[in-house]
């Protein structure tokens, strides 16, 4: 079993900052993609940022410029710095990541259990 924990969503005014992490563990032999996506009230999830294990990036256009995502390969963690936010962040934030669980040779997809960040105007 692999488990996904996050930390670090709140309240913040827009403008504000926030930092999300998400930490894998469990039976974890590698994991290649690791991702943020978000959920708004009343609409479908959507990927914000994806970063692979080698670095590589992708964002959505609505958070360019304005978040970072970044991963610790050893700890098996993605972090999400959020700055200038606004109120149309507001959502809850899953981790995901996808990697190859011990004493498998399929690839399987991990989620976290989500983690709101409100944004205020």
């Known amino acids: 079993q692999v488990q996904l924990v996050e930390s670090g969503g709140g309240l913040v005014q827009a403008g504000g900052s926030l930092r999300l992490s998400c930490a894998a563990s469990?039976?974890?032999?590698?994991?290649?993609?690791m991702a943020w996506y978000r959920q708004a009230p009343g609409k479908q999830r959507e990927l914000a940022a994806g970063?692979?294990?080698?670095?590589?990036?992708t964002y959505a256009d609505s958070v360019k410029g304005r978040f970072t995502i970044s991963r610790d390969n050893a700890k098996n963690t993605v972090y999400l710095q959020m700055n200038n936010l606004k109120p149309e962040d507001t959502a809850v934030y899953y981790c995901?990541?996808?990697?190859?669980?011990?004493?498998?040779?399929?690839?399987?997809?991990?989620w976290g259990q989500g983690t709101q960040v409100t944004v205020s105007s």
């Open positions: 995901k990541a996808e990697g190859i669980s011990l004493g498998s040779k399929s690839i399987y997809a991990w």
């Open positions: 469990g039976s974890i032999f590698s994991i290649n993609t």
């Open positions: 970063i692979i294990s080698g670095g590589t990036t």
